[in-house]
C-alpha cells in the first residue's frame, strides 16, 4: 500500500471525533472569547485536516486522500517539492463555522468532511494558485454547494482519489 495511512480507519475515526467535539466547543464558546477561539480553531481545522493520516519523516506526504496527478506521480518516482493545501481555504472555513446557527457535532462534522481536506500538490502548482489569486480564496462567483476543486479546476490542477489511503 504505497500511499497508505500510517494508522487505521479506526484510529483516525477515533481521533476525529474528538477533533469534532473540540471545534463544537470553541463555536460555542466564541463570545466568551472572542481574540482568541479563532486562533484555537485554526488547529482544530489543522487537525482534522492532517489527523494521523501521514507518515513522518520522508513519507509525510503519504496517506492523504486527495492528491493531484502530477504531485502523486512525483511521490512514486521519490521527488520532494511538495505542499499541503486547503481545498477549501481555511479562513473561509473558519467564517462558515463561526456563522452555524446551532453547532452540534452532526452539523460540524459534515462540514468538516465537505470543506476541511486537504490536496497534496506540487509547488508549482501552489505558484499557479497563488498568480491566479487563489491561494487563500476561491473564485469569483463561487458558492456553498459549487465544486469544491473549483480553484484546481479553474488553474487546471488535476485531482486523484487516494484509493489506497486505508
Known sequence: MPFGAKYSKIEVEQREEIIIRYIVALIKDTQRMPTIIPHFLNYGIIDW???LRFYKGNEEYRGFRYYSYDAYEAIRRGERRFTRDHIFPKKRLKEILFNVANPDEHSV??????????????????DRLRVAGLRNTMPDGWKMGDNIFARYVQVRIGVKVNEDQW
Open 109 to 126: 462534522r459534515q462540514l468538516m468532511e465537505k470543506y476541511g481536506e486537504i490536496c497534496v500538490i506540487t509547488k508549482k502548482e501552489d
Open 49 to 51: 485536516s492532517w489527523p
